[in-house]
């Protein structure tokens, strides 16, 4: 089946779940236009239906092919790509100075949702781009902008982002490029690396590689990381295109999933070395780095709330289509939808529920930056960038831990015939699997999330959004409306564990940090849950209490299920955190053996 983006689903989501509204009534979005931000996203909803879905099947199929130094796209790709850009979504959140259209961070992020969903191969390469635009705009020269930023921004030229090598993952510290200064005050870039989205293709004429590199008389480590901008061919004085550039793809990796993503071993420097430009100043290229980096895993999280809400919609379509058996009770001889039986109904619902905090949490991440960016009062901009900055990690680990989840029941919701790839259950299985590890590992989120996030001014941040959630569920239990159940109970309970764990992780990061590094998956989970829990019943009270608001029982069960069945876990996860700290420090004994 095709992809239908819920548009009102996103709609109450972002308005009421990531508190878009809120802000706009606060000031916080000066031209805001709701009409125009609906209309925006029902015209995405039909290109990613009409253009992008069809492919995503045929890109999985086909894949990619390097030949003759260049790669070759799935087939449709290229023609896609130039529709997507004439149709300008590549410009949708770029400066308006550059030709961008300089709508919300939050509007293109329920875009990048579309996108993920009908094609997440394909939602890769603007996503990528789009991180090259935002460290340009922030760091690059007014020279390097002026060449450069119109053409990421317009779509004509991608962007690529380079920091893995074989002996460099999560410890970019240990990469090995080299820079070397030239005479004119560019740089000659030589080295590998791995592992590099959209690191060649045929969809533009120009590529825009961001690489990290180290000069010769650079420190060790981070701290002497320089950013570069590496042209794959370069531009003439006129904007035409010159010469290419020494930086080749040598290979293309055969990967689980995102076939028709190619995945490019990247070389510099058989030759005189890759012309290179630097982006900020020398050895500053993590802070610059970053700036893609933080953009590009709100995207990845993205990718998992689409990859899931992909994965719901195709396994609802099959339990009400596929026959087999009856329901419980059922007096009749004829076989049912499988949609009838209580654990296929538990698995949907599972399934739906997830995908939807999810998606809350990833539209509040973005509605953050948003305020941060456009509000004219200095103390919410702080604030706004500092909760922006503790849901960052959330978006992504928890968004893309749930899309794998998702996808997987997805399999299960089909039987045998979703572990036959025709079906395309697989598929979304294969291709949720990478979002949890690319963009920093969830892992990594966790414990960025630990470790530099949760103490910010005391955990202030925290206590605050505590705060708000508490305020929510005071309303549903004031609500008295018995189609929430034990809703409000079990949110309360919830929030709870989350003060507990925070106040616990506090004190054992001061006094033992290695006890407060091993619960931090846990208490990332933790996080996510309680806090996606507590959008999902604003989300169901705004329903109920705005016109247009759809079906409010639909939202208010939808919040009931989640409460009852994920939230409830909250507790379970407190005694992770706090218990097993012992049991992980311990584990040498059985590890090391």
Avoid at 91 to 117: D, K, M, Y
Avoid at 157 to 164: A, D, E, F, S, V
Avoid at 463 to 483: Q, T, Y
């Amino acid at each position: 089946m095709t992809y239908r983006a819920p548009i009102h689903d996103m709609l109450l989501s972002l308005n009421h779940g990531a508190g878009l509204q809120a802000a706009v009534s606060a000031g916080h979005y000066s031209d805001f236009d709701g009409d125009l931000a609906s209309a925006v996203f029902e015209e995405a909803g039909r290109f990613a239906t009409e253009v992008l879905a069809p492919l995503n099947q045929i890109g999985d199929k086909e894949g990619v092919k390097l030949q003759n130094g260049g790669v070759t796209t799935a087939p449709g790709w290229k023609d896609a790509y130039a529709r997507w850009t004439a149709a300008g979504w590549n410009a949708v959140s770029g400066p308006e100075a550059f030709g961008g259209q300089g709508l919300p961070t939050a509007i293109n992020a329920v875009c990048s949702e579309i996108w993920s969903a009908a094609n997440m191969s394909f939602g890769l390469c603007p996503m990528l781009t789009l991180s090259a635009i935002e460290a340009l705009h922030a760091h690059g020269s007014d020279e390097l902008k002026k060449i450069y930023l119109e053409k990421l921004v317009s779509g004509d030229w991608t962007g690529t982002m380079q920091l893995t090598e074989p002996q460099a993952g999560s410890d970019v510290g240990a990469l090995r490029s080299r820079a070397e200064r030239a005479p004119d005050g560019s740089y000659r870039l030589s080295g590998t690396k791995i592992y590099i989205t959209y690191g060649d293709h045929d969809m533009t004429d120009n590529i825009v590689h961001f690489v990290l590199a180290r000069l010769p008389d650079a420190p060790a480590g981070t701290k002497g990381i320089s950013l570069f901008l590496v042209p794959k061919f370069l531009v003439n004085e006129d904007g035409s295109l010159g010469e290419r550039n020494d930086i080749y793809p040598s290979g293309i990796e055969h990967k689980l999933g995102i076939h028709a993503s190619p995945t490019c071993t990247m070389t510099m420097g058989d030759k005189d070395g890759a012309v290179g430009y630097l982006i900020g100043e020398e050895n500053r290229g993590m802070a610059c780095m970053f700036t893609m980096m933080n953009q590009a895993r709100i995207g990845v999280g993205l990718e998992g709330v689409g990859i899931a809400d992909r994965a719901y919609q195709q396994a609802l379509a099959f339990a009400q289509e596929r026959k087999q058996g009856r329901a419980p009770g059922s007096k009749g001889h004829d076989m049912q939808p499988i949609i009838v039986q209580p654990d296929v109904k538990r698995m949907l619902m599972q399934m739906r529920s997830l995908t939807a905090a999810a998606r809350s949490i990833c539209y509040a991440t973005a509605v953050a930056l948003d305020v941060a960016a456009r509000s004219t009062d200095p103390k919410v901009r702080a604030d706004a960038a500092a909760r922006g900055a503790l849901l960052t990690p959330v978006a992504k680990a928890f968004s893309t831990d749930i899309g794998i989840e998702v996808a997987s029941l997805g399999v299960q919701v089909h039987g045998g015939m979703g572990f036959i790839e025709d079906t395309g259950a697989a598929q979304h299985y294969r291709d949720a699997r990478i979002a949890a590890i690319y963009e920093g590992t969830n892992g990594i989120q966790a414990i960025d999330l630990v470790t530099r996030k949760l103490g910010v001014h005391g955990g202030a941040s925290v206590w605050a959004l505590l705060d708000e959630l508490s305020s929510i569920v005071s309303r549903v239990e004031a609500s008295n409306d018995p189609s929430f159940g034990t809703t409000g109970a079990k949110l309360r309970d919830a929030l709870g564990s989350l003060d507990r764990t925070s106040k616990w992780l506090l004190e054992r990061l001061a006094a033992a940090p290695s006890d407060a590094l091993a619960g931090a998956t846990p208490y990332l989970r933790l996080f996510g849950s309680a806090v996606g829990g507590c959008m999902l019943a604003n989300e169901a009270m705004a329903a109920k209490e705005i016109s247009g608001g759809g079906d409010p029982a639909r939202y208010v069960t939808l919040a009931r299920f989640f409460a009852e069945n994920v939230a409830v876990q909250a507790g379970s996860l407190e005694r992770t955190v706090i218990d097993s700290a012992e049991s992980v420090t311990a584990a040498d004994a059985v590890l090391l053996a």
